[in-house]
T-cell receptor, first 115, second 117 residues
Framework: EAQVTQNPRYLITVTGKKLTVTCSQN?????MSWYRQDPGLGLRQIYY???????DKGDVPEGYKVSRKEKRNFPLILESPSPNQTSLYFC??????????????FGDGTRLSIL | AQKVTQAQTEISVVEKEDVTLDCVYE???????LFWYKQPPSGELVFLIR??????QNEISGRYSWNFQKSTSSFNFTITASQVVDSAVYFC??????????????FGKGTHLIIQP
């Protein structure tokens, strides 16, 4: 089954404690991205990757890091989480970048709470 | 810069009524793509439709229909004979081709649709 898998689904942690949210897709997609969803703001893109070892900032990259060492994985790293990063996070992938023809497939979301 | 506006924060209707969700977008590109996603209470994002900027034909899928009008930069979504299961947050989104070729989605803030039995 084609899917985007995020882990964990829920996490409560404390300020400053490094965390990683994993994202994996089994569709051999080139393009992957991370979004955060906040009440009243919709979804905003954090980072995206057009292919292995190619990453770039989205609209709200501050406080986040990503890596793309393998095609299937695109982890989101919070080196020193802060309460303003409490949010619902979505990973997405699509076949290729630059066309828009392929809809992005979204994971089920990760709800992070930073105390 | 691109922008998507969903002016209706929340809509509440009684089951079986028709309801239209508005979406207005801004872009300087001539080539772009528009999407609607549904987010049910369980939280996942469900893709509903994609439309490219060169195709202004309206589309109907069962009880769902979409009206794309470039002249007014709108891409509205209508649910006919609404059902309780349609209750969700609906997002309109725009995709441009950026300088590097990547097409991130710019989302509207969403419309919370409540269908009352």
């Amino acid at each position: 089954e084609a899917q985007v898998t995020q882990n964990p689904r829920y996490l409560i942690t404390v300020t400053g404690k490094k965390l990683t949210v994993t994202c994996s897709q089994n569709m051999n997609h080139e393009y992957m991205s991370w979004y955060r969803q906040d009440p009243g703001l919709g979804l905003r893109q954090i980072y995206y990757s057009m292919n292995v070892e190619v990453t770039d900032k989205g609209d709200v990259p501050e406080g986040y890091k990503v890596s793309r060492k393998e095609k299937r994985n695109f982890p989101l790293i919070l080196e020193s989480p802060s309460p303003n990063q409490t949010s619902l996070y979505f990973c997405a992938s699509s076949l290729s970048a630059g066309t828009g023809w392929e809809p992005q497939h979204f994971g089920d979301g990760t709800r992070l709470s930073i105390l | 810069a691109q922008k998507v506006t969903q002016a209706q924060t929340e809509i509440s209707v009684v089951e079986k009524e028709d309801v239209t969700l508005d979406c207005v977008y801004e872009t300087r590109d001539t080539t772009y793509y528009l999407f609607w996603y549904k987010q049910p209470p369980s939280g996942e994002l469900v893709f509903l439709i994609r439309r490219n900027s060169f195709d202004e034909q309206n589309e109907i899928s069962g009880r769902y229909s979409w009206n794309f009008q470039k002249s007014t930069s709108s891409f509205n979504f209508t649910i006919t004979a609404s059902q309780v299961v349609d209750s969700a947050v609906y997002f309109c989104a725009l995709s441009e081709v950026r300088g590097g070729g990547a097409d991130g989605l710019t989302f509207g803030k969403g419309t919370h649709l409540i269908i009352q039995p």
